[in-house]
């Protein structure tokens, strides 16, 4: 991976060298930030490294700067650019946040994502679906390949959205079931689901505030199906909030997260060490299973239950991530890393 820039965030950008309007606001929470813009007829809620980004009409309104990160190794992966021009590249060049944002792609945007994981056990038959988040049509429900890394490609975690008729639309001309209103409502999406007569599902919640692990569970037993749940977005998490995750989700993303990497002593695999991938269960092995070949199958369905592993690239790869080589290591967890986001909150 490459080697994390220091990023130097920036106050304001003017409207002669922008196309956007920038308000910096402080010590925000996600709550009063909805509440202040929701009045809105288009507006979305994300995170960019670290810091809280209110987007209307193609243009960031606000930004809470309180948990904002110095550095971010898979930031810099995907771009030098700074806080601002970075979230306008993702709306100018992606089209993500506006009636043009495409929602069907097939490469893959980063190493170890949720998307191209879901997108893999899809197209393998692992899952029969994945419940996601899409800016500008909330929960989605999705049984396309391609539609789901469309959705999860270079994409942040959306907090928030207001429906976008064009892109509900391009979602339902693909067979996606989603809400009206443009919900993020992961509960209600597992009922659509399970409704829809979907058995082996996949559904992401968001680690930092998102739906009760629990909820999912109980409806996963009352309807008789297979959930694998992926925790994302984890920068944030409470403690409360972590020990929820790890009990009851498959897998999470760290993110920034202090709290989940010390809780890596309860995993059972570590993906990389920057920004690690935790899985806790058998069924999150299931799932990583489906992003690898038979070979790697093999490898993976061979790890003792009892004992721990790091999933790493390193000399001697036994297997295949995606299109990334890696090596699988016995070792303590969680297995840290010089390269880490800075700080973890």
């Known amino acids: 991976m490459a080697q994390a820039k220091q990023h130097t965030p920036q106050t304001t950008k003017t409207e002669a060298d922008s196309v956007y309007l920038l308000n910096t606001v402080s010590a925000m929470t996600p709550d009063e930030l909805i509440d202040k813009h929701r009045h809105l007829p288009d507006f979305h809620l994300t995170r960019v490294l670290g810091a809280w980004v209110a987007i209307s009409a193609g243009k960031i309104i606000d930004v809470d700067r309180t948990d904002v990160l110095c ?38 945007g980063v190493p170890f994502g949720a998307s ?34 469309g959705i999860g490609a270079r994409m942040n975690g959306v907090f928030f959205t207001s429906p976008i008729r064009q892109v509900q639309q391009k979602l339902r001309s693909h067979g996606a079931l989603l809400f009206d209103d443009a919900r993020i409502d992961q509960l209600a999406g597992l009922r659509l689901a399970i409704e829809a ?3 082996r599902i996949a559904v992401t ?78 069924r999150g ?17 061979s790890l003792n239950p009892t004992k721990q592993y790091l999933i790493a690239p390193g000399a001697h790869p036994q297997l295949v991530l995606g299109t990334t080589p890696v090596r699988v290591t016995e070792t303590p967890l969680p297995v840290r890393s010089g390269n880490e986001p800075v700080p973890l909150t």
């Open 71 to 108: 550095s971010c190794p898979l930031q810099s992966m995907l771009s030098d650019a700074d806080l601002e021009t970075y979230a306008m590249e993702k709306i100018r060049d992606l089209k993500q946040f506006t009636a043009d944002r495409e929602v069907w792609r097939s490469d893959f």
């Open 116 to 149: 191209e994981m879901f997108m893999l056990a899809l197209r393998k038959g692992a899952i029969d679906c994945a419940i996601t988040v899409c800016d500008g049509a909330g929960t989605v429900v999705v049984n396309v390949p391609e539609v789901v890394q």
């Open 197 to 199: 007569g979907f058995r």
């Open 205 to 282: 919640v968001n680690a930092r505030r998102g739906e009760r692990v629990g909820d999912l569970r109980r409806l996963e037993k009352e309807a008789g199906v297979s959930v694998t749940i992926a925790a994302v977005c984890g920068t944030g998490a409470t403690p409360e909030r972590t020990h929820e995750i790890v009990s009851g989700c498959d897998l999470a993303w760290s993110c920034a997260s202090r709290c989940f990497r010390e809780s890596g002593t309860r995993a059972w695999l570590q993906i990389t060490r920057g920004i690690p991938v935790f899985i806790y269960t058998p």
């Open 285 to 301: 092995v299931a799932l990583l299973a489906a992003y690898t070949d038979d070979a790697g199958t093999a490898v993976l369905r």
